[in-house]
């Protein structure tokens, strides 16, 4: 049970760009969608919370 919790986790979206929404399980230094440097930034949990 523990595993597929840990596995599921993994899978959600942990950046997100400020400019376009972009969302990514990895940091990037610019967004890959809409190319804007430095606006990839840390999804909290109370954010993923609100949007789901």
Known sequence: MI???SRE???KEKYRCSQCGFNGGQLH???PSCKSWQ???PVL???KK???
């Open 29 to 31: 230094w610019n967004c």
């Open 50 to 52: 609100v949007v789901n």
């Open 3 to 5: 595993r597929i919790i």
């Open 45 to 47: 949990e109370y954010e």
């Open 9 to 11: 986790s993994d899978k």
């Open 39 to 41: 606006t990839i930034k």
